[in-house]
T-cell receptor, first 110, second 115 residues
Framework: SQQGEEDPQALSIQEGENATMNCSYK?????LQWYRQNSGRGLVHLIL?????REKHSGRLRVTLDTSKKSSSLLITASRAADTASYFC??????????FGKGTSLLVTP | GAVVSQHPSWVICKSGTSVKIECRSLDFQATTMFWYRQFPKQSLMLMATSNEGSKATYEQGVEKDKFLINHASLTLSTLTVTSAHPEDSSFYIC???????????FGPGTRLTVL
């Protein structure tokens, strides 16, 4: 069953601005991952944060995890037009499958 | 990261026909493969989990007789949509996982359109 819920559903910003997306989940997790999906394409793994971590960085990406609130955020700094995509959080599920959130659609305009 | 391919990339078929989608792990042995389905503007929903040499485990609401999954080797899993209908039109994505890591590597997806 789907567990993650992202907000906002859609976000439009200008190049150079920061984009923040949030994800909430319902049950305890071992890991939380963020993926990007360009329209009609496959998934690109962005970053994984473990349940005992609070913050993680990868290039222009910053992910936070608050297990007490069962929430995570993805911050993309200095956004570019190429960052336009849908972003999903995914939590681990029994059998090592993934529960994906509904996604945030990000539009970065020049 | 490891590479997973899917074939075909897209397929258009008539209602009532069967369609087979292949998922291959190119540079690692995928002991477990997952099949997801994504309807337009929606998220990925897990359909089934298959372990090499075993019967697939289907998620609730997914008909095992309609979506036949075969995982006969460590590098290949197939999903056959039998007697496809327009409501089966979707984006089907597979992922592979090796026995020594929980990380999943996703294929590029197959877009199925049933007329």
């Amino acid at each position: 069953s789907q567990q993650g819920e992202e907000d906002p559903q859609a976000l439009s910003i200008q190049e150079g601005e920061n984009a923040t997306m949030n994800c909430s989940y319902k049950t305890s997790i071992n890991n939380l991952q963020w993926y990007r999906q360009n329209s009609g394409r496959g998934l690109v793994h962005l970053i994984l944060i473990r349940s005992n971590e609070r913050e993680k960085h990868s290039g222009r990406l910053r992910v936070t995890l608050d297990t007490s609130k069962k929430s995570s955020s993805l911050l993309i700094t200095a956004s570019r037009a190429a960052d336009t995509a849908s972003y999903f959080c995914a939590t681990d599920a029994p059998g090592y499958a993934l529960n994906f959130g509904k996604g945030t659609s990000l539009l970065v305009t020049p | 990261g490891a590479v997973v391919s899917q074939h075909p990339s897209w397929v258009i078929c008539k209602s009532g026909t069967s369609v087979k989608i292949e998922c291959r792990s190119l540079d690692f042995q995928a002991t477990t493969m997952f099949w997801y389905r994504q309807f337009p503007k929606q998220s990925l929903m897990l359909m089934a989990t298959s372990n090499e040499g075993s019967k697939a485990t289907y998620e609730q609401g997914v008909e095992k007789d309609k979506f036949l999954i075969n995982h006969a080797s460590l590098t290949l899993s197939t999903l056959t949509v039998t007697s496809a209908h327009p409501e089966d039109s979707s984006f089907y994505i597979c992922s592979g996982q090796s026995s020594d890591s929980y990380e999943q590597f996703f294929g590029p997806g197959t877009r199925l359109t049933v007329l």
